[in-house]
């Protein structure tokens, strides 16, 4: 062959393949659905997508760390409890500062807004309503409270400071003893607790109901109060020595508990108008039966 045909020749074959490499997709028979294809090169060139490279920076959500609630293990008790619901009082390393600011307590857990005494004088929670806690160590108890008060009003004094913004506690140091007696006996104990007089902080006082016997003040109770921004409403944190209980309680002992708080809104008199309690009717304060619990953790 010469070397002018051999030229014409290579020219020739390029010529095809590149006609053939421009063909369109060309379908097979027996594909699927679509058809299996063959595609040519400029085809396949064609279909090779430009990379881009995205980088995504996950944004981490922060998952809010929830501490669970503590929940006391209570001790079992001896018999059966009152109906009324158990306050637990936790044991405290260092003694609350009884100075009526509540700085001392994380929390106020129970509330006293059932109404057990003049029901037709009583508005609402904003009438009259608390939230309290309780504690103890080795000195005695220990009481906060938080009232809500639209009204302060308190003139009344000794045996009467219940005729007027008053607080009560409720003790029944021996609940098995006695669990079915519907009556007060020696080792109830049923305490008044005035926040002041005319202003909460002004000469609070504390005074012994029963028992009978031993009937009178407690000035050993240490009681401070403070009126809140609320008008009317106060705090207060009580210190009650064992010594005006009877005596300690031991750690574990259940009793019988009842927390209660009056209500006057007639400035200048003495009258107790409504009261509410943290057990509803038909508790009474000299009934020990209609009391709830108060338990020692610990």
Not at 21 to 44: E, F, I, Q
Not at 51 to 63: D, F, G, K, R, Y
Not at 198 to 206: D, I, K, S, V, Y
Request: charged share 15%; with cysteine.
């Amino acid at each position: 062959m010469g070397k002018r045909k051999a030229r014409w020749l290579w020219w020739g074959v390029l010529g095809w393949f590149l006609v053939m490499c421009n063909l369109p997709l060309t379908p097979v028979a027996g594909g699927g659905p679509s058809g299996n294809t063959y595609a040519t090169m400029t085809a396949l060139y064609a279909q090779v997508p430009t990379l881009v490279l995205t980088v995504q920076v996950a944004t981490a959500t922060p998952v809010p760390v929830v501490s669970p609630a503590y929940t006391p293990t209570l001790p079992t008790p001896p018999g059966p409890l009152r109906q009324g619901g158990t306050v637990v009082a936790h044991r405290r390393t260092a003694p609350p500062l009884v100075d009526g600011l509540l700085s001392d307590w994380p929390d106020l857990p129970y509330t006293a807004d059932k109404v057990v005494w003049g029901p037709d004088q009583w508005s609402g929670p904003q009438d009259l309503s608390a939230r309290f806690a309780v504690a103890w160590d080795e000195a005695g108890l220990y009481l906060a409270a938080r009232v809500t008060d639209d009204v302060y009003a308190q003139v009344s004094q000794g045996y009467n400071l219940f005729k007027g913004d008053a607080l009560e506690i409720l003790l029944d140091r021996d609940l098995y003893g006695d669990f079915s007696s519907a009556t007060l006996n020696d080792d109830d104990y049923h305490l008044g607790l005035s926040p002041g007089r005319r202003t909460p902080g002004n000469q609070p006082e504390a005074f012994l109901w029963f028992p009978q016997g031993i009937r009178g003040p407690r000035p050993q109770v240490h009681l401070a109060a403070r009126a809140t921004e609320e008008a009317g409403g106060y705090t207060v944190e009580v210190f009650v020595p064992w010594e005006v209980l009877a005596g300690p309680l031991s750690p574990g002992a259940y009793a019988g508990f009842a927390f209660r708080v009056s209500d006057n809104d007639l400035l200048g008199q003495a009258v107790q108008q409504s009261m509410v309690a943290n057990i509803g009717p038909p508790h009474v304060y000299n009934n020990p039966t209609t009391w709830g619990n108060l338990i020692l953790l610990p």
